[in-house]
Nanobody, 124 residues
Framework: QVQLVESGGGSVQAGGSLRLSCAAS????????MGWFRQAPGKEREFVAT????????SYTDSVKGRFAISVDNAKNTMYLQMNSLVLGDTAVYYC?????????????????WGQGTQVTVSS
């Protein structure tokens, strides 16, 4: 099993930046597909970005392409989400997740392990 802890959330003005961290323990994240998801009040949890455990390739939901970027520090067993040019619509609780299956998915229910979430609030 792997345990995940997010950090780095906070309040920022539109146009600003934040970097979220997802620190893993118990097992190396290199054996998992890793993902970032977010959930705004009254909305379902939605896909933000993923990183393949096989190729290291990343993918992003259209609304964050060119603004968000996943990176991994294997030595620290930590995944990051760099978020730039933040907009009001990015306000949500952000979760990192790990998926031990073969196929990379953007669907939350296929992810086995979740962090507790970190709040990101973007204001005008």
């Amino acid at each position: 099993q792997v345990q995940l802890v997010e950090s780095g959330g906070g309040s920022v003005q539109a146009g600003g930046s934040l970097r979220l961290s997802c620190a893993a323990s118990g097992r190396t994240i290199s054996v998992y597909h890793m993902g970032w998801f977010r959930q705004a009040p009254g909305k379902e949890r939605e896909f933000v970005a993923t990183r393949s455990r096989i190729t290291g390739d990343t993918s992003y939901t259209d609304s964050v392409k060119g603004r968000f970027a996943i990176s991994v520090d294997n030595a620290k067993n930590t995944m990051y989400l760099q978020m730039n040019s933040l907009v009001l619509g990015d306000t949500a609780v952000y979760y990192c997740a790990a998926d031990g299956s073969v196929t990379l998915s953007r669907t939350p229910r296929y992810y086995d392990y979740w962090g507790q979430g970190t709040q990101v609030t973007v204001s005008s």
